[in-house]
């Protein structure tokens, strides 16, 4: 991505900055390795909501891909469609399911019995049908981090094939729900195509036999998950959507009239943001040098939780000689920790600094802890 840095300075730290042009050519890239095909894809908001965002992608076509009735509420202000809507999660609230009914979205993804039988009987009330897709556990292991693993039954998501006959019996018993398809998810940050044609031959064989039962699907969702590069950025700034949609491509049995959905977050995002901080303090005692930003996990809480790495440049600093640094945020947490030992130029109070690769669960997993401010967001591109 692109970082300006003379209008970079001219801003509050620490923000969000988000390359407009950066995140066009990554939605066009989406696009055309869909063009052609029976594949829609949503949008998964949760990687970021910033409304700025959105427009941009409402503009290149997508849906979304929504896990709370506030997500609902922020898709419909932005302009996606209802008929490009899907809502997912293990625990929708009552007022939640209303929201989407009363909006005409397109899907529920379904994740238990008594989730169905709360979404029939609001939809009754309403005189309404509610689509649904059925929420289905494949047990294939995505090899990405525990926490972001969802697929396998270790999880919390979804719903185990042994029971899938007698659940889809139930949806198809049931008045005011219209079944659509199945849906899966197997995890997020995914870098290997393996499980993906895992994943394709296990709902092959799901479609085969509900087919061998009569029963046909208008559409499969295959959730999302792709990996993006946090190593190496600058290098690979467009994630490998050939290679994900070519899994599809060959290993899934598209039949005559199945939508194939997919369900893309941090590989849409994630590369078009970074946080920009400034260096507050360099601090060194025995054994350590420390950066020490104005931004911390409040701003960027993945390496605190997931000791994710995000790549760090100084933007500002001159200097040619090279310091191991601990970079750091202000925080009373031991964990507010953005890298350790960072081969930095010599840096020194004032300077800029981005973390790159923040586009996606970065913004939207901001939090007021320390009654800290929320960042700001900036873009490349004038509002
Ligand atoms: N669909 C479902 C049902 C999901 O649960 C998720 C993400 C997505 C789609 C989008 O996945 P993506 O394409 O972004 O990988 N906060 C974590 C990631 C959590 C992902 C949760 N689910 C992180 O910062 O790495």
Redesign the pocket.
């Known amino acids: 991505m692109q970082l300006p840095v003379t209008t970079l300075q001219g801003y509050n730290t620490p923000f969000y900055y988000y390359d407009l042009e950066l995140l066009r050519a990554t939605l066009k890239a989406v696009n055309n390795e869909i063009n052609g095909t029976p594949f829609i894809v949503h949008y998964?908001l949760?990687?970021n909501a910033n409304p700025v965002i959105l427009r941009e992608i409402v503009q290149a076509g997508l849906g979304a891909?929504l896990?709370s009735g506030n997500e609902v509420k922020a898709a419909l202000e932005a302009g996606f469609q209802p008929c490009k809507m899907a809502y997912?999660g293990v625990g929708k609230t009552d007022w939640e399911i209303e929201t989407g009914i009363d909006n005409d979205i397109y899907c529920f993804?379904v994740e238990s019995v008594p989730e169905m039988e709360v979404i029939n009987e609001i939809a009754a009330k309403r005189g309404k049908t509610a689509g649904i897709a059925i929420r289905v556990n494949p047990n294939v292991d995505a090899h990405t981090h525990r926490y972001?693993t969802?697929g396998t039954t270790e999880n919390k998501f979804g719903i185990d094939i042994p029971v899938l006959d007698e659940v889809i019996d139930k949806a198809l018993s049931l008045p005011n729900i219209h079944l659509r398809g199945l849906h899966f998810?197997i995890g997020?940050?995914i870098t290997e195509m393996e499980p993906y044609r895992l994943l394709c031959e296990k709902t092959n064989e799901l479609l085969d036999h509900f087919g061998s039962r009569g029963i046909t699907f208008e559409m499969v969702d295959m959730?999302?998950?792709?990996g993006v590069d946090y190593q190496n950025p600058e290098k690979n700034s467009i994630a490998r959507f050939k290679e994900f949609f070519d899994v599809f491509k060959q290993h899934l049995h598209v039949r005559p009239g199945l939508k194939v959905h997919f369900?893309?977050?941090?590989?849409i995002i994630a590369q078009s943001g970074a946080l920009v901080a400034r260096v507050l303090y360099v601090k060194e005692n025995s054994a350590k040098k420390f950066v020490i930003l104005d931004a911390g996990m409040t701003d960027l809480i993945?390496p605190a939780l997931?000791s994710?790495h995000h790549k760090i440049v100084n933007l500002t600093s001159q200097a040619s000689a090279i310091e191991t640094y601990d970079v750091v945020g202000p925080i009373c947490e031991s964990s507010d920790v953005f890298g350790h030992d960072e081969q930095l130029p010599l840096t020194k109070r004032g300077d800029l600094v981005a973390l790159l690769t923040a586009g996606?669960?970065g913004e939207s997993?901001a939090s007021r802890y320390n009654m800290r401010n929320l960042p700001q967001s900036y873009f490349s591109i004038d509002k």
Do not use: C, F, P
């Open positions: 998964a949760k990687a891909d896990v997912a993804n972001i969802t998810h997020s940050q959730g999302g998950g792709l369900e893309l977050g941090r590989s993945r997931y994710a996606a669960y997993m």
